[in-house]
């Protein structure tokens, strides 16, 4: 089997997309990599990193592979391409309210001890909000429907 996480994301031998890949491969596999290829390689992966979330009883958690990538290349593309990343999504149901709900879920990160998960939450915060408010707006208009 082909170690090398690059060629396995990225590369021609790539099997699927990068995020079932990523998820795939040993976190120690994945870091190493990051860490040989610098710079590059991190804003290479960042859309794919695992998002920080809050576990059954609320409290806040950073994947280690995220919270190392982002503290070790802190970088503006790093953070923005990570920051793209996270808004994909597909859900059914009330849109401004999961926007709602997923702003309240990253207030729960402005106080993380990494930088970079700070301003990512902060933005995720003003962005989730922003998109409750035009959700709410477009269901208020009936044309718009």
Same mark, same amino acid.
Request: proline share 6%; with cysteine.
């Given at each position: 089997?082909?170690?090398? @996480?690059?060629?396995? %994301?990225?590369?021609?031998?790539?099997?699927?997309? /990068?995020? *079932?890949?990523?998820?795939? &491969?040993? +976190?120690?596999?994945?870091?190493?990599?990051?860490?040989?290829?610098?710079l590059g390689a991190a804003r290479a992966i960042a859309p794919?990193? @695992?998002?920080?979330? %809050?576990?059954?009883?609320?409290?806040?958690?950073? /994947?280690? *592979?995220?919270?190392?990538? &982002?503290? +070790?290349?802190?970088?503006?593309?790093?953070?923005?391409?990570?920051?793209?990343?996270?808004?994909?999504?597909?859900?059914?149901?009330?849109?401004?309210?999961?926007?709602?709900?997923?702003?309240?879920?990253?207030?729960?990160? *402005?106080?993380?001890?990494?930088?970079?998960?700070?301003?990512?939450?902060?933005?995720?915060?003003?962005?989730?909000?922003?998109?409750?408010?035009?959700?709410?707006?477009?269901?208020?208009?009936?044309?718009?429907?």
């Open positions: 089997m082909d170690r090398d @996480p690059g060629r396995i %994301l990225f590369g021609a031998k790539s099997i699927g997309s /990068p995020v *079932l890949s990523l998820v795939s &491969l040993p +976190e120690s596999l994945v870091l190493d990599w990051v860490r040989a290829h610098g794919h990193l @695992p998002k920080p979330r %809050l576990d059954e009883s609320g409290t806040p958690v950073v /994947p280690r *592979l995220t919270d190392a990538v &982002l503290s +070790e290349f802190d970088d503006d593309q790093v953070l923005a391409r990570f920051r793209e990343g996270s808004r994909t999504e597909c859900w059914t149901g009330d849109a401004s309210e999961r926007f709602r709900r997923q702003a309240e879920d990253a207030r729960c990160f *402005l106080g993380n001890s990494n930088r970079r998960i700070r301003q990512w939450a902060k933005q995720e915060v003003a962005y989730r909000e922003q998109m409750a408010v035009l959700e709410e707006q477009e269901e208020a208009e009936p044309w718009l429907r």
